[in-house]
């Protein structure tokens, strides 16, 4: 159902409550999402991104209840992803000569996903498109996360469409920040941010300061998922300017895999010697094959330092750590510490392995990490919590 927005502006999206993953299988969404598309009417109409393509025909079906289609005189495709896309194949049936505005990069995705030779018009930062008593004015945004990723202002209404910058997971009857759980809002968009956009924090952190620096007046900024942000607009600026830096709390995080408990009492163990050290640090423990690898992702992009543990199989780890491990040098954290840990029955080789794995994501290694073999008895787990009193002290 349309919902209001402005006088000017409707959404027009989809809200997706039983999305359980994106992007295949390799984000959760626990909390659902939304696609949000929006309309703006002025003397002439744009529409600004679609859906989802498996709700193509239910968003074009809507939109006519909402607007004949025909006077739809631009469309503003923002991001090119088949989530913001999808719909336009259904859409371009009814409305074939309507103008698609994107940059250049965007036309090509848009012709490499659907093969169709559209009415293109390629736009850059500052350029303008007058709607009448408003304008629309267009930013590329390249890497956030894709390269024809750009943000549209609309002036007059104050309005940023930020497509998939400070978006969120997060689907809701309500659109707006102020009339839902902002904890949960913010974690989403933590969440968001850290296995999505991390690896373009530069791009971030430019992006965010250039349109800071174009002082504009911004009433609403209206991502392409999760709810509108209203009231906590300075809240999520100023959390985006500090994911965007290296970001780091006073954590601790534990990954760990374990066949038959032994891995598991070592991290137990070196948990309780960081605690020892350093009360005040948040130690998190997290089994990689059980705990969402998204939230695990999430803790360590929180975290000062890591520690990651294994045993060893068939001369390297488990399947669950190589998954984490893979992951999160896909997500260039940067300026955090780590080692690794586990328990053997022969050879031993896990720690090492982890070790290197955690070099070449771009972490700092404190030490030589820690293995024991066998089973660990009580002198075993005292020294394991020796070790994470040390490495506790190295942070």
Request: net charge negative; charged share 25%.
């Amino acid at each position: 159902m349309a919902k209001k927005i402005t006088d000017k502006v409707t959404w027009v999206g989809k809200v997706d409550w039983e999305l359980t993953t994106f992007h295949g299988d390799e984000l959760s969404t626990h909390r659902g999402s939304s696609y949000n598309a929006y309309l703006v009417r002025d003397e002439k109409v744009a529409l600004i991104d679609t859906v989802w393509k498996p709700y193509d025909r239910e968003f074009v079906e809507n939109l006519k209840k909402e607007i004949d289609l025909k006077d739809i005189d631009y469309i503003i495709m923002n991001h090119n992803e088949i989530d913001h896309s999808g719909s336009l194949v259904e859409l371009m049936r009814e409305i074939p000569d309507v103008p698609i505005y994107c940059t250049a990069k965007g036309e090509a995705i848009i012709r490499g996903h659907y093969h169709q030779d559209w009415n293109f018009v390629n736009v850059k930062t500052g350029d303008t498109l007058s709607l009448g008593e408003t304008t629309l004015t267009f930013i590329e945004a390249t890497m956030l996360h894709w390269p024809d990723t750009m943000f549209t202002y609309l002036s007059g209404e104050n309005i940023l469409f930020s497509n998939d910058g400070f978006g969120q997971h997060f689907a809701s009857h309500s659109l707006f920040d102020d009339d839902v759980d902002l904890c949960e809002v913010m974690y989403e968009a933590e969440k968001y941010y850290a296995n999505i956009l991390n690896p373009f924090s530069m791009m971030a952190k430019k992006k965010v300061n250039d349109i800071l620096a174009m002082n504009l007046p911004i009433n609403l900024v209206c991502p392409s998922h999760g709810v509108i942000w209203r009231k906590n607009i300075p809240l999520i600026i100023e959390k985006y300017l500090a994911w965007a830096d290296a970001y780091q709390t006073d954590q601790v995080t534990i990954v760990y895999d374990t066949m038959w408990q032994s891995t598991r009492l070592l991290a137990q163990a070196i948990a309780d010697g960081i605690s020892a050290v350093s009360p005040s640090t948040t130690v998190k423990l997290l089994n990689a094959a059980h705990d969402d690898k998204n939230d695990i992702l999430t803790q360590m992009f929180r975290s000062k330092a890591v520690l990651v543990g294994s045993p060893t199989v068939n001369n390297g780890f488990t399947y669950a750590i190589a998954g984490i491990l893979e992951m999160a040098k896909g997500l260039k954290f940067k300026k955090k510490k780590a080692a690794a840990f586990g328990s053997y029955g022969w050879s031993g080789e896990a720690p090492k392995l982890i070790a290197e794995h955690l070099q070449k994501a771009g972490f700092e290694l404190v030490g030589e990490g820690f293995r024991t073999l066998w089973v660990p008895d009580g002198q075993a787990l005292a020294q394991a919590t020796e070790y994470g009193k040390e490495f506790a002290s190295s942070l």
